[in-house]
Structures are given as structure tokens and as C-alpha cells.
């Protein structure tokens, strides 16, 4: 069976599609993380929740949801693997038992330590100057939120 090379519609070429940069991007930019997170044990993912725990520790997990764009059915089963690592602890609230607070543990707090080279690593990998990285990241963060709407 051969393939027929048909008509290219311009909307509909691989290269014109801006999902597919954006998909493939991210493909490459988890390929440069993965060495560096693999030395601290962590996933993309785990790494993510371990970022706004380091900014503010003591988080319900709707709140560390809303930050990352996750549901607590993607979160729970991230926030079990780091407790069972013993990066963070998950306890209900008091006042309101539906809730559950999530806490870094001492070693949780010392990882941070470890991953503080792992954004200039990411920096140098993408050979971009700082001013181009920050208004990629706001036009991106700007899709984002138009998406959303």
C-alpha cells in the first residue's frame, strides 16, 4: 500500500499548528528537567507541588490545585507519592474535615535547597536571553488565560 500525497491544506500542516508547538515544546522541555529531577527523586509533576509548597508552605490541597490547574483527582495520588517519600504531610483540618492541609516535612524543606541550581540549568538550556524567557512566559501565561475564558 502506498501513501497518496494529497492537497496540503495550509490550516491543517503539523508545522502550522501552534498545539503542536506548544505540545512538542513541553516534550522538550521535560526531556532537559528530567536529569535534574531524577537527582532529587521527583518528577515533573511532584516537582511542580514541591514549587508552591516551597513558596508557601501549609496549603489545603484546593488551594495547591488552583495553582497548578489540577483537580484533586490528579493531585491526591502526586501529594500520597510525596508523603510516602516523606516530603510532605497530609492532615484533615480541624474546623473542617473535608479539607486536608498539606505541609513540607524537614526533609521536604532541605530538598529545596538541592533544587535551587535547577532554573539557571534551565535558563542556559533554552539560549535564551533573560528578557526573551520573560516575555515568552507572559505571552504563554496571556494564551493561557485567553483559553480559560
Known sequence: MTSKSLAPDPNLLIDNQLCFALYSASLAMSKVYKP????????YSQYVV???????DAQTVSDI???LFLDSGTLTPLL???EAA???TRTRDSGDERRVLIELTPE?????????SIPACIFKATQC?????????QKIK???????A
Open 36 to 43: 535534574h529531577l531524577e537527582a532529587l527523586g521527583l518528577t
Open 50 to 56: 514541591m514549587l508552591v509548597l516551597w513558596e508557601r
Open 65 to 67: 490545585g488552583a495553582h
Open 80 to 82: 500520597k507519592r510525596l
Open 86 to 88: 516523606s516530603l510532605l
Open 108 to 116: 521536604g524543606r532541605k530538598l529545596k535547597a538541592r533544587a535551587s
Open 129 to 137: 536571553s533573560l528578557a526573551e524567557v520573560k516575555s515568552l512566559t
Open 142 to 148: 496571556a494564551l493561557r488565560t485567553q483559553l480559560k
